[in-house]
């Protein structure tokens, strides 16, 4: 276990609809990073927070949009919904904003009708 | 062309023999690169870090062809353990990780 945790495990939301997920960070790390995975495919960078502030972004549109609190925690926010955003939604926590390594929650696996 | 490819397969193992694949990656400025072993529903997991002059971590070889961008797995001794996808993960200047398809693989008795 990597002590990353994320919540909830599934969710089913309706198209249009806004959806928040949560993620704690292992113990000691300050920088999460968020991915979301299609089906059969590999992660795709969302965005990174480091010490409160988004710190890099991948090709997601301003609809994703997250957080970080003062205990390192994170929330990723996706508004207005779409049947696409249907996915994996993984979280890694790691020490530093260049990490050799990350550690991955179990993820949220999102389903949107 | 996507940043980091991967051929999906699956490889289908005997156990006991041995399996390489390929990763290639389209940044010449790439900086690192990890292989990660992702089993089925589950969160990707470090396997190991790739070095530029190849690296070992027991049944597992790890190599980096910086000349035709490339890495490789190879998987020796092949155990049914070892079934999962193995994703490919580069990382350019900054904190951006960009993770290929992933490479399926099953090992049979």
């Known amino acids: 276990e990597t002590g990353v945790t994320q919540s909830p495990t599934h969710l089913i939301k309706t198209r249009g609809q806004q959806v928040t997920l949560r993620c704690s960070s292992q113990?000691?790390?300050?920088?999460v990073s968020w991915y979301q995975q299609a089906l059969g495919q590999g992660p795709q960078f969302i965005f990174q927070?480091?010490?409160?502030?988004?710190?890099g972004r991948g090709n997601f549109p301003p609809r994703f949009s997250g957080l970080q609190f003062p205990n390192y925690s994170s929330e990723l926010n996706v508004n207005a919904l779409e049947l696409d955003d249907s996915a994996l939604y993984l979280c890694?926590?790691?020490?530093?904003?260049?990490?050799?390594?990350?550690?991955f929650g179990p993820g949220t696996r999102l389903t949107v009708t | 062309r996507k940043e980091v490819e991967q051929d999906p397969g699956p490889f289908n193992v005997p156990e006991g023999a041995t399996v390489a694949f390929n990763c290639t990656y389209s940044?010449?400025?790439?900086?690192?690169f990890f292989w990660y072993r992702q089993d089925c529903r589950k969160e990707p997991k470090l396997l190991m870090s790739v070095y530029s002059s190849g690296n070992e971590d027991g049944r597992f070889t790890a190599q980096l062809n910086r000349a035709s961008q490339y890495i490789s797995l190879l998987i020796r001794d092949s155990k049914l353990s070892d079934s999962a996808t193995y994703l490919c993960?580069?990382?350019?200047?900054?904190?951006?990780?960009?993770f290929g398809g992933g490479t399926r693989v099953l090992v049979k008795p």
């Open positions: 890694a926590s790691s020490l530093g904003t260049s990490p050799g390594e990350q550690y």
């Open positions: 940044n010449s400025a790439s900086q690192s």
């Open positions: 927070y480091y010490r409160e502030e988004e710190n």
């Open positions: 113990s000691g790390h300050n920088t």
């Open positions: 993960v580069v990382k350019a200047a900054g904190n951006k990780l960009t």
